[in-house]
């Protein structure tokens, strides 16, 4: 966790000098000098003071550089293929164990019977899909969407005659993966 670096890149965005941050929050120069440098551990009431000055929540101060927002940009997405390489998959971002992605499915193509921990969020962008998940079948279109636990089994299919989209969220329980072992 590197607090002092979140407090400096900060306070330098919003144009705040040292003085104005010791003015503002009562603490010595020297003392925001070792913070921001690492040299000391202010306490959660300093740490608070800092924040409120900063006009940031006191939790954005504490996350590490891992737990801070991802972005993905457009030209660095990660494709792959499945299916014998008919369904077009893009990966836009994960963390942790969520993730997102944008699947393409030509005309009669069909993800396959699967099944993993989690649970998963899916928007028809374009097309329509039969998705079916145990004795549950739905014929969906273009802006209709569902959720589904993943640990059951469960397939989408294209059932159109055009390319059929859609964005997939998943948010995997990775205690849960010892299940599917059996």
């Known amino acids: 966790m ?3 670096l979140a407090i400096r890149t900060i306070r330098k965005q919003k144009q ?6 010791c003015e503002g929050t009562g603490l010595s120069k020297g003392f925001i000098s070792n913070v921001e440098n690492n040299k000391t551990s202010p306490s959660i009431a300093t740490l608070e003071s800092i924040a409120d000055y ?3 929540p006191l939790p954005y101060l504490l996350l590490t550089s ?9 030209h660095e997405r990660k494709e792959t293929t499945a299916g014998s390489g008919q369904i077009k998959v893009q990966q836009l971002t994960a963390k942790g164990a969520m993730r997102m992605s944008i699947v393409e499915l030509p005309p009669g193509a069909s993800t396959g019977i699967s ?3 989690g649970e998963e969020s899916h928007l028809v962008m ?3 899909i039969r998705a079916k998940q145990g004795e549950d079948e739905e ?3 273009a802006g209709d969407s569902f959720t589904w636990n993943a640990i059951v089994p469960h397939e989408v299919t294209n059932i159109g005659n055009e390319p059929a989209v859609v964005l997939i969220a998943v948010s995997k329980e990775l205690e849960l993966d010892h299940l599917l072992d059996t």
């Open 66 to 74: 891992e737990q801070r927002m991802n972005v993905v940009r457009k």
């Open 115 to 117: 099944k993993h921990a």
């Open 54 to 56: 900063l006009d940031v």
């Open 126 to 128: 374009q097309g329509v």
């Open 16 to 21: 705040i000098t040292i003085m104005q941050l």
């Open 2 to 4: 590197d607090i002092g």
């Open 139 to 141: 014929t969906l279109e």
